[in-house]
Structure formats: C-alpha cells, structure tokens
C-alpha cells in the first residue's frame, strides 16, 4: 500500500514544544537499572522500606469503605475530604488554611506545571536559584520564561543578591527552602525573613517547593516560607507545593499546592484541561493511610533508617573522596552535594563510573550559567545501607584515577 500524503510532524510542532528538553536525569536513570549497578542517581525512597501489607489493608479499607465511589471520576480540585485534611495540617493559629485553598494533584511536579500555565507567558522573568532543580526549568521553559538566577551557598539563596533581579520586574521566584535539591541545604530563617521582606510590596509571587520538609534528621525545622508571609488570602505571595512522595509513595502520584484562592482556582481549571483530576482511588488510599496513624508511625522510621544512610555515606566519603572534596552534611533530604577539586570535571567522569558499575549525577546539569563541573550530587536514600561503603569507594576510585 502506498501512501499518497506526506507530512513533517516536526514542522506542526507548536513553539512550546520546540522548548522541551528532554532530562538528562530521566536519561541517566535508565542506565542505573544494569545488573551490578549502584546507583546514588535518582532521588528515590528505597521501595524495600515501603509497608506493603498496610498498603495492602489501606486499599481494602477504601474498597470496603468507599466502595466504587473510590473509582468514580472525581473533582478537579480532589476528594474534600483529602483536602480538608492537608488544610488543617498545614494551618496555624496564625495562618488558618480552609479547602479552597488546596488543590490535589498529580505529585509536586504538576504544581509546578499548572502554576507555570496560569502565571508565566512569553518573556516572564522567574527567579531561580543557581543550581536548582533542573524539572523546575523543564516545566517553564515551554511557557517561555527567562530565568534569573541568583546564588545559593550551604545556607540557601544568597539573599542579599536579590535586590538586582527584583529591579528587573520578575513575575515569580522559585525556591527550595527545606533540604534543596540538588545542593541540600536548608535556608536558615533570616534569610526566608529578608526573602519574604523584600517582596513585600512588589506584585511577585513566590513558590516554595517543600516536598522533603517531613525528611528532617537533625535541627530544628524554621518556618516556612507561606508561614512567615500571612494568611493567603490576605495578600500573600506565596504558593507552596507539597506531596506524599517523599513519605507514603511516589507511586502514588498524588501531592498538592496550597496558596491564595484566585490562584488555586485558576489552577484547578488548568488542571481539569489537562487531567480532570487526580486519581480518585489513590487520594482515597493516601487518606486512608493519614486517618489512620500510618505517618505518625512510619515517618519516624523513615527518618532513623534515612539518618544511617546519610552518617554511611559522610563516613564513606571521609574515609575514600579525593582530598579537597567539599560537603556539608545535610539536616534531612535526600542528597549529599560534594564539590571535588577544580581540575576535576564530573561529567567527563560518569561514563567511567558506569563502566564501575556505580551512578551520580553531575553537578552541572543543576546550573543555569554553565558553572558547577566539578560538582556531583548523590542519593543516599534509595541505597541499601551495607552497598553505601561500596558504591562510595567505586567512585572514589574513579575519581583518584582523575
């Protein structure tokens, strides 16, 4: 059979498309699924840790409970009483949240992408952190945003390099304040003070990506960014973006974003054109698992079996990393950040790592000014503890041979 019509998809493309770049990371990954392979790649939780069997009685409670309610098509903005539950977890005496300030969604990652459709257009300025989350950029780059990065240290955004980039009319700044991927560092609460200060009076909103807050090992938690605000509704600039990846499952897909009503509402009608909702049987699931104690009791767990990773890894690290590697350790999270001596370039070195069987990330893929190639960003909770010690010295020896 012949065909009689030619076409060239890539001339229909719309310019937006044209914009999306494939991740290096979601590349990378598959390469960490060889036999052999330690990977301190993805920031994963280890599936091993997940409680299958009360998982297991979760999904039979809401069959029995909910029964096929639960796989019904649902609302835009989530099952109520899912989103009364994040409301009062969140709220505060001085900040009390109401459900209409929360919208359900499909993981952190679909906050970022709805609130990228109703705030940025062509030639919008967000503020960034250098390095930051590289899906970050994924998500606003088709929308046609510039970035501003500004620099961020072992205490988070470098504040005080703000004033600039703000005199350039962003319409919106992005920061990880909690346990920051890639570098983990937490912004001590003067800065989140002085950030949230020098927005006041100027028409930009400020999304806090928070998915690793509940991770704390060491410290105390600071204020979050929206606490130190005030109440949304209330002239707030902040919308914040949480999930249960972190802490029930990732395969859950199932997170949030709380913020001003306007902005929520708007949301949740980009969401409806994009997915109708979030999948009604696993909010029912995730409901299910926090009525029932299930994070009281398993957070705690997490967070011991987590710290050992981490205190594995910074003893591997000392023990085997070239000589003038830099790291702080980190007081949660997932992710160990090593700056290695200058004349190292970490992602001239990730071919051979694999070929020793073990995976990071390159630091570079993190930054926006092309700056950061002798840095390296690794998981440590995903790993196995006894592999840690392992998988530490196959890179060490990689990077020695450099």
Request: charged residues 25%.
């Amino acid at each position: 059979m012949t065909s009689t019509a030619d076409i060239d998809w890539s001339e229909l493309l719309a310019q937006r498309a044209r914009r999306m770049k494939p991740s290096a990371l979601r590349q990378l990954l598959k390469a960490t699924n060889r036999p052999g392979m330690i990977s301190f790649a993805g920031g994963l939780p280890d599936p091993g840790l997940f409680p299958l069997n009360r998982i297991q009685a979760a999904v039979e409670a809401v069959l029995r409970r909910v029964g096929g309610k639960a796989l019904q098509y649902g609302e835009t903005e989530g099952v109520p009483e899912l989103r009364d539950w994040i409301a009062r977890r969140y709220s505060t005496d001085a900040m009390p949240l109401a459900p209409d300030n929360v919208l359900v969604t499909a993981g952190a990652q679909q906050s970022l992408d709805l609130a990228g459709r109703v705030l940025l257009e062509e030639g919008d300025r967000v503020i960034v952190e250098n390095p930051t989350y590289m899906a970050a950029l994924l998500a606003w780059q088709p929308m046609g945003a510039e970035f501003l990065p500004v620099p961020a240290d072992a205490e988070g955004m470098d504040v005080s390099e703000l004033e600039p980039l703000l005199a350039q009319s962003p319409k919106m700044a992005y920061v990880i304040p909690n346990f920051h991927n890639p570098t983990g560092a937490t912004l001590a609460l003067e800065r989140r003070e002085r950030l949230i200060d020098s927005l006041r009076g100027r028409n930009v909103a400020l999304f806090e990506d928070d998915p690793y807050a509940a991770l704390r090992y060491s410290g105390e938690a600071p204020a979050s960014l929206m606490q130190l605000d005030s109440h949304p509704d209330d002239g707030g600039h902040v919308i914040q973006a949480g999930t249960f990846s972190k802490t029930l499952m990732p395969g859950l897909r199932v997170g949030w974003s709380i913020g001003p009503r306007v902005v929520i509402e708007r949301m949740g009608r980009a969401k409806q054109a994009t997915d109708l909702h979030t999948s009604t049987f696993n909010q029912h699931i995730a409901l299910e698992l926090v009525n029932t104690g299930y994070l009281e009791e398993y957070i705690p767990r997490l967070r011991a079996a987590y710290r050992e990773r981490r205190d594995l890894m910074i003893a591997a690290l000392q023990e085997h990393f070239p000589k003038g590697s830099r790291w702080k350790t980190p007081e949660g999270g997932m992710f160990i950040w090593i700056e290695l001596p200058e004349r190292i370039k970490a992602g001239e070195l990730l071919m051979r790592a694999l070929e020793n069987h073990v995976a990071y990330v390159p630091g570079e893929e993190f930054h926006l000014d092309g700056s950061g190639s002798n840095t390296i960003r690794l998981n440590f909770t995903k790993t196995p503890p006894p592999l840690i010690p392992e998988g530490i010295q196959r890179l060490a020896e990689v990077l020695n041979r450099a």
